[in-house]
């Protein structure tokens, strides 16, 4: 059973569901990939998306109350775009971390590696919150060259993998980047980051058989299960090592 903890679901308040309905029919695809537990994640974007823990609070419980026949756990959390002031927002509630545990997931631009990452995080982990960077496969600074990331992810940054990256739904070099960082032993964890029912819809299963071939069962079970169970319960995530598996002359 599945656990997914980056996705916009929460409807009317970001580019994912417009309305009940879309959110309904990605509950349903939730359910049908294995996923109980449902971390919605809508983005808090000054400039594009600027929404209000206050107001997404009052969203949420409305339409969980609504979804409460679906046999699904659910939670708020964001996605929140990254600047420099992120500390200084959190500490005045400008922010919704991760099933208000400790966990705060961050974008980054897609083009432009932003400046001052490590200080901006080291300040928000004085301030008790454990960033987590969502998509970094997605970056195209990283795509050109993964080490870019690596200082990051060598202070203890977990990073968090599409799963619609693995199955190839953003093209091959999304793809390779996604294994790439897998091979080092960045990635913590997978979730849909699921928008719409019919672009991007909540996926899991497929994304996990692709962990499975590539890193076995127990890589697999760590990415998809483990480790988001741990972050939906406001736990640390462990490190998951990902070798390739010998193939054998069928495999
Ligand atoms: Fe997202």
New binding site residues.
Partial sequence: MYTDV?C?LLPGVDDGCPDWDASKACLDRCRSEKVRAVLV?P?IWPDKYPNRPAELRERFAAWSSRAAGLGLQLALGA?VYYHHGLPEDLAAGKLLTLGGGPHLLV?FPVTLQPRGVDETFYRLRLAGAEPLL??PERYVFAQRDPRRLAALAESGIAFQVTTHSLVGTFGPQVQRTAFQMLERGWVALVAS?AHRPDARPPLFREAVRVLERRYGRAAARRLAVQNPRRVFEGLQVHPVPCALQRRGLFG
């Fill in positions: 980056h916009h994640t983005h996605e974008e969502a998509h980051d």
